[in-house]
């Protein structure tokens, strides 16, 4: 009787175990991505502050492919309000992701700690 659920506790360890090991290179991938859009987002703010103190006359190039194209100051502004923009959404959900692999790990452990419980309870 209890070779059946010592199989099943040793197969759910090591289903929670192939599962933590996904969540956290899952987790480490999107630091890495919230680390890489607060720089996009830090760097397209210093550059927006610099922008702004110049005179509206300036002459102001975008950078496309291996060309430049002559804009005004307001659009770069625009191009660089936006750019903060989408960096800030991107990292509030991939925030949100980690949250929830972190969640989903914590509740497989509390459910191989239940299935513990009830195994020396019997």
């Known amino acids: 009787m209890a070779a059946p659920v010592d199989l099943e506790l040793k197969k759910a360890f090591t289903e929670l175990q192939a599962k933590v090991m996904d969540t956290q290179q899952k987790v480490k991938l999107a630091d890495l991505q919230i680390e890489q859009l607060s720089k996009t987002k830090k ?10 103190m110049l005179v509206d006359e300036t002459r102001m190039y975008e950078g496309v492919g291996r060309m430049f194209i002559l804009q ?11 750019k903060q923009r989408i960096a800030e959404e991107k990292i ?19 459910n191989i700690r239940e299935m513990l419980m009830a195994r020396r309870a019997q």
């Not at 005004?72 to 936006?82: D, Y």
Request: proline content about 2%; aromatic content about 2%; glycine content about 2%.
């Open 43 to 52: 760097h397209a703010h210093l550059t927006d502050t610099e922008v702004m």
């Open 72 to 82: 005004p100051k307001g659009v770069i502004h625009n191009q660089l309000l936006e």
């Open 92 to 110: 509030k959900e991939l925030e949100q992701k980690k949250s929830y692999l972190e969640r989903s790990v914590k509740e497989a452990e509390d």
